[in-house]
């Protein structure tokens, strides 16, 4: 089945450390993003990427790092910079353009110890 | 930049009454999105909408698009258990990515 595969699905850091959150897709798609949700917030943009090799920041980008080496893959790394990590993230693909609707994986929700 | 405003934050309701949730947009949109996720889960894209004044139905949803394509509307007629979660609006405008509201959470009392 062809679809989004975010993991872990839980992840706990320590202070100061970095962690990276997976997420694959399989559905040919070319343009990849990455939101945190906080509760009564909505969905915010961390980064997104619309080719391999390239990704922009998003409205929340400062503590966040990213990749884009493979068109299926695009892993979002939470450094130590990032003062209050604690958050659902989703990672979302869709068809080249902005446009274009979004599939979502299932989140992965990250706290700390 | 662009912000997409979305009310209510919250809305309960008894099982079988309707329900609306509305977006507003600070730009003119070029096509609005709906999206709805389950409590526990993650948005699931519901419609999309281009024209201007265009109405779109799924089953006991009715999505409209405003005239001057700067606002959107969901109404739920009848609302059952299964509509229970949170509801959002997402507009675009031109060469950046989808704008996402705030979302409307629905609560449906059997």
């Known amino acids: 089945d062809g679809g989004i595969t975010q993991s872990p699905k839980y992840l706990f850091r320590k202070e100061g450390q970095n962690v990276t959150l997976s997420c694959e897709q399989n559905?040919?798609?070319?343009?990849m993003y990455w939101y945190r949700q906080d509760p009564g917030q909505g969905l915010r943009l961390i980064y997104y990427s619309q080719i391999v090799n390239d990704f922009q920041k998003g409205d929340i980008a400062e503590g966040y790092s990213v990749s884009r080496e493979k068109k299926e893959s695009f892993p979002l790394t939470v450094t130590s910079a990032q003062k209050n990590p604690t958050a659902f993230y989703l990672c979302a693909s869709g068809r080249q353009g902005y446009i274009q609707p979004q599939h979502f994986g299932d989140g992965t929700r990250l706290s700390i110890l | 930049g662009q912000q997409v405003m979305q009310i209510p934050q919250y809305q309960h309701v008894q099982e079988g009454e309707d329900f609306t949730t509305y977006c507003n947009s600070s730009?003119?949109?070029?096509?609005i999105q709906w999206y709805k996720q389950r409590p526990g889960g993650h948005p699931v894209f519901l419609i999309q909408?281009?024209?201007?004044?265009e109405v779109k139905k799924q089953k006991r949803l009715t999505f409209q698009f405003g005239e001057a394509k700067k606002n959107s509307s969901l109404h739920i007629t009848a609302t059952q258990t299964t509509d229970v979660g949170t509801y959002f609006c997402?507009?675009?405008?031109?060469?950046?990515?989808?704008?996402f509201g705030k979302g409307t959470r629905l609560s449906v009392i059997a």
């Open positions: 997402a507009g675009y405008s031109g060469n950046t990515p989808l704008v």
């Open positions: 559905l040919n798609h070319d343009a």
């Open positions: 730009t003119t949109l070029s096509n």
């Open positions: 909408l281009v024209k201007s004044g």
